[in-house]
C-alpha cells in the first residue's frame, strides 16, 4: 500500500449552534463534498460528508463521517500528491486534515483514472464545545494543493510539499542505512539496526519515518522473518531508486 500521512488542525468559527438539550434537537445530514482547487487541478474529488449534530448539556457534539474519493484526471501518473479535506460542523467547529500521499516507495504511481479513496474509518471525528446563540451551514471542502508528476513535473506550490519531502529525504536514509548493514555485516547487524529507533539529530521527521516506514517493517520481521524484512526493504529502494532518476530528490 501507498504510504498516507494525514496532518489534522482544528479551528473555532465565530458561529456556532444555539444550546438545548434533548433528541428532539438532534441534526443529521449529509452534503457532498466540493472540489475547490485551482484551475487545471490533475485531481478531482468527490464523495459525502455526514454530519450528526446532538447539542448536549449545553454544548454542541457534533460528529461526522466522510467518504471522499480523489481521481487523477490528467494524463500522467502521480507519485505524490497533497490535499486538504476541510470539514464545518453545524457548530461552527472547522477541522482541516492535510493528506499526502507517497508513491515514491510503492511499485506503481497513482496512473491516470485510478483514484486515491478515504473510507468513513479514516475519514471521521468528533468534537464537542460550548454551544452559542448561532448556527452555521455545514460544508465539506477538498483542495488539491500539490502533485508531483512521474516525469518529474509539478502542480502547485512546493510548499505544500515541504513537509512529505523531509518524511521521503527520512525514509530513503533509513532505508540505505539498513541495506548497507546487511550487504555489509549481515543479518545481526540488520536486525539492530530495524530496532534501534531513528535519531531525531540525524533524521529529520523522525517520529514520522518510524511509524510509516521502520515499524511496519518491524512487524514484516515479526510476522515472516527477517529475510522478508530484508527483501521488503530492498523492494522499496528499488520502487523509490527507479522513480528518483526521472523525479529526482
Do not use: W
Not at 61 to 82: A, G, H, K, M, R
Not at 156 to 181: F, N, P, T
Amino acid at each position: 500500500m501507498r504510504v498516507r500521512h494525514i496532518v489534522v488542525l482544528i479551528l473555532l468559527a465565530v458561529n456556532r449552534t444555539a444550546g438545548a438539550t434533548g433528541e428532539e434537537n438532534e441534526l443529521v445530514v449529509t452534503i457532498p463534498v466540493v472540489d475547490t482547487s485551482a484551475a487545471g487541478t490533475p485531481v478531482k474529488s468527490t464523495g459525502t460528508v455526514r454530519f450528526s449534530e446532538d447539542p448536549e448539556k449545553g454544548r454542541a457534539v457534533c460528529s461526522f463521517e466522510c467518504e471522499i474519493q480523489s481521481t487523477n484526471i490528467s494524463q500522467q501518473p502521480i507519485v505524490l500528491l497533497v490535499i486538504r479535506q476541510e470539514v464545518r460542523c453545524p457548530s461552527g467547529r472547522i477541522v482541516r486534515r492535510l493528506i499526502e500521499y507517497e508513491h515514491l516507495f510503492e511499485p506503481e504511481p497513482l496512473d491516470p483514472g485510478k483514484a486515491e479513496v478515504e473510507p468513513a474509518e479514516h475519514c471521521q471525528g468528533r468534537r464537542t464545545e460550548p454551544a452559542l446563540s448561532r448556527a452555521d451551514t455545514p460544508s465539506a471542502e477538498t483542495t488539491t494543493l500539490y502533485a508531483e508528476f512521474r516525469d518529474g513535473t509539478t502542480f502547485g506550490d512546493k510548499k505544500y510539499a515541504l513537509h512529505v519531502r523531509q518524511i521521503r529525504k527520512g525514509a530513503l536514509k533509513v532505508l540505505r542505512k539498513l541495506e548497507e548493514a546487511y550487504a555489509t555485516y549481515g543479518e545481526r547487524q540488520f536486525l539492530e539496526e530495524l530496532f534501534r529507533p531513528p535519531d531525531p539529530r540525524e533524521i529529520r521527521e523522525a517520529s514520522a519515518v518510524n511509524d510509516l516506514f521502520i515499524q511496519p517493517l518491524r512487524r514484516v520481521q515479526e510476522e515472516h522473518g527477517t529475510a522478508e524484512a530484508i527483501r521488503a526493504v530492498q523492494q522499496k529502494l528499488s520502487n523509490a531508486e527507479e522513480k528518483l532518476a526521472v523525479v529526482g530528490k
